[in-house]
């Protein structure tokens, strides 16, 4: 290609990044998309507790300050070193911690750029550059702190590694360092980066491959025992506790292990239950023409180690990583994310690959080089229908086996037709094919973009810190899956506990000083049960954190920690103990001496507005949430309470303007979030209920 050519695809590749950067670093402190990946709360619980150790040290001069060895993996992570690196140039923050994320991703996108640069074409580099850019599952997960982006940027420095010098004794020792380091500060799914590379190397045309395959063995081996001893040390016992918890404690044994029989649905269904590809459907397109193309030249004579090594590489790397995922009982979407750069590579390299035509002699149409192409046709069978009737929560067997004839149909025509095809696809076919993948990528991440990171916009997780910080007093450790989020953007001190591991949760509290609990609203009665002393909480708010609901427990008395005991309740607590113990007169008395010394927060705010009610002060009622919704106009339970108080004023005192007015905000509320539309709706009736005609409150 001219000189002058390949500057302007370098010019045009560098204004994609810096563009795309642009916007995968604006608004780090908007809530993550609302169920993004079907009802869940991941992206509010996990990512902030790999920065937690970063922030302890930052703002309290210690990694771990209450010396808990159960979190020594967050600790030793690559995101945990990369944020502690940002909040010392920066502040411990809401943005700074999601920049982590961001940084990571960016890194592994420009090795996945240099490592294309030696066997692909610019135009490819620019388009794999752009679509992964656009990707709404990598821009969705990129801008928070999760391990997963760690695991992308060691696996583009890995496949940067391998593709320019592959089997050389010097690489081969680096990237054994690489997987070890991916697999213990990256995510522990980094140890499948091994079979990976050294499938590659087996299936390259390198001499002395098995030479090359021991020489990486040794050194992943002596690097990973190295890297445990220098990370953990004698604590090496609670790195694996934690693991075994996640893995097998937790999750249980893989159901496949069990059920071999469900192989086939195992292997076509994956991406249904974790919508990976319901959400990334453009994949689905991209892996059936790439697969269709990939048999014409199998078929044609073409060996898999002609494919160049970057195309191998990522083949092997779907494979691998399809085959665990789909494995494991517990598979969401994050995980998946680091297949996502290899999709697109392996894709878009066999679609647009350069062959030299072979002879028609050496053609072999044997059905064992059709099964590849019969399963990809069953796979994308599957998923079509699952996206095109919104059946994501269909049975997988009954749907697996159902698509089967259909894909065996499909697969016995298309060998038909490439019997019948006297030379392979054209460089001109392969181009119109790629521009349609394109361009339906494109429109496909384009409306995700706009529809969920653009047009819904909340800022709970920002409102929620600030409310934190101003109800709960000096000297408070808050604890919880929640805790870690809701302490990021001030200065209260965090104790990390998940409900549901292997911990004397009694033990746990006394010996160490948790003066408060954050737990989520729809486990609150089952852990009550389990944890009877849990009964005796007195609550503080209750708050929404993008569609959750989590509520603020004091527990400072309740385990007898003597540190605890220390801790002073707020001006606020007081009232909020008076409120939910429905003495309304004693709770506007403290709620009024909170705001003589503090701005109305959204506790504070609620508080007051209901007491006002409960007392039949109908217009300082009505006036007050008026205020507060005017403060918090993205927040869809304040607007709905709003609603609420309105709807139930005007019913009492047969004011029409402020039922009227009610629905305003019952509307706003079901626009802030659409999956609580519902909420809306039953508020509403039951407040007619409670406050229509004949009725008092």
């Known amino acids: ?11 045009c590749i560098v204004l994609v990044v810096i563009v795309g950067a642009v916007f995968w670093f604006s608004n780090l402190d908007v809530d993550p998309v609302m169920n993004y990946s079907g009802i869940g709360q991941s992206l509010s619980t ?4 790999y920065v937690y150790h970063a922030r302890n040290k930052i703002l309290f001069g210690s990694f771990n300050p209450y010396d808990d060895p159960r979190w020594t993996v967050f600790q030793h992570s690559i995101v945990s070193l990369v944020s502690y690196f940002v909040f010392s140039l920066t502040s411990v923050s809401l943005v700074s911690a999601n920049t982590v994320g961001v940084i990571l991703s960016l890194l592994g996108l420009l090795f996945f750029i240099l490592a294309l640069w030696k066997d692909h074409s610019p135009l490819i580099i620019l388009i794999f550059t752009m679509l992964y850019l656009l990707n709404s599952s990598l821009i969705v997960h990129a801008r928070v702190p999760y391990l997963e982006n760690g695991l992308l940027f060691y696996t583009g420095l890995l496949f940067f590694l391998y593709t320019y010098w592959s089997t050389k004794i010097w690489n081969l020792v680096l990237s054994g360092v690489v997987i070890a380091l991916a697999a213990f500060t990256g995510k522990l799914f980094g140890i499948f980066l091994f079979p990976v590379t050294a499938a590659a190397i087996f299936f390259s045309n390198e001499d002395k491959r098995g030479k090359a395959i021991g020489v990486l063995s040794i050194s992943a081996i ?12 004698s604590a090496y016992q ?15 044994m893989p159901k496949i292990l069990s059920m071999p029989y469900n192989l086939f649905e195992y292997l076509i269904s994956y991406g249904l239950y974790n919508r990976f590809f319901f959400i990334n459907i453009d994949f689905v397109l991209f892996i059936l023409i790439a697969g269709y193309i990939y048999t014409a030249e199998i078929t044609s004579g073409r060996r898999f180690s002609q494919f160049p090594k970057s195309t191998v590489f990522s083949i092997l790397m779907i494979g691998m990583y399809y085959l665990v995922f789909m494995a494991i009982n517990y598979s969401p979407i994050r995980y998946a994310i680091v297949m996502i750069p290899m999709i697109l590579i392996a894709s878009l390299s066999i679609i647009k690959s350069q062959v030299k035509a072979i002879k028609k002699s050496k053609s072999d149409h044997s059905w064992k080089n059709y099964i590849l192409l019969t399963l990809i046709l069953w796979f994308a069978l599957f998923h079509i229908l699952v996206r095109i009737f919104f059946i994501n929560q269909a049975p997988a067997t009954l749907l697996t086996y159902t698509t089967l004839p259909g894909a065996l149909l499909l697969a016995y025509l298309l060998r038909v037709s490439l019997m019948k095809q006297k030379s392979e696809l054209s460089a001109k076919v392969k181009t119109r094919l790629l521009i349609v993948v394109v361009i339906f990528s ?22 929620a810190n600030n409310e934190i910080a101003k109800i709960i007093g000096n000297g408070a450790v808050i604890s919880g899956g929640y805790a870690p989020l809701l302490t990021i953007n001030n200065n209260h001190k965090t104790f990390i506990h998940q409900f549901g591991l292997r911990d004397d949760v009694a033990k746990l509290f006394h010996d160490n000083p948790v003066t408060h609990l954050v737990i989520e609203t729809s486990i609150l009665t089952q852990i009550q ?44 607590e007081h009232a909020a103990y008076y409120y939910f113990s429905n003495n309304s007169d004693s709770a506007l008395f403290y709620i009024d001496k909170f705001h003589e010394q503090n701005s109305m927060t959204k ?13 039949k002060q109908y217009k300082e009622s009505v006036a007050a949430i008026l205020d507060l919704a005017g403060k918090y106009p993205t927040d869809f339970f304040v607007q709905m309470h709003c609603g609420q108080i309105v709807q139930a004023a005007g019913l009492l005192q047969n004011d029409a303007g402020l039922t009227s007015l009610a629905m305003k905000y019952y509307e706003k509320a079901t626009l802030d979030n659409p999956y609580r539309a519902n909420d809306a709706l039953t508020l509403y009736r039951q407040t007619i209920n409670e406050f229509g005609p004949n009725k008092k409150p």
């Open 1 to 11: 290609m001219p000189a002058k050519s390949t500057i302007i695809y370098i010019c």
């Open 46 to 49: 996990d990512p902030h507790h």
């Open 222 to 233: 002596l690097s990973s025992i190295l890297l445990i001893f220098i990370l953990y040390g």
């Open 238 to 252: 609670n790195a694996f506790g934690y693991m075994t918890d996640q893995t097998y404690s937790l999750r249980g």
């Open 442 to 463: 494109v429109l496909i991440n384009g409306d995700m973009i706009y529809s969920k990171l653009t047009e819904q916009q909340n800022y709970n997780i920002v409102e």
């Open 529 to 572: 049960q389990q944890y009877p002393r849990f009964r005796q909480m007195i609550p503080v708010t209750s708050l929404w954190v993008r569609n959750v609901e989590v509520k603020v427990y004091n527990i400072f008395n309740l385990f007898g920690n003597q540190e605890a005991l220390r801790y002073v309740p707020t001006v606020y």
């Open 603 to 615: 506790s504070s705010g609620l508080i007051l507005a209901d007491a006002l009610f409960r007392t």
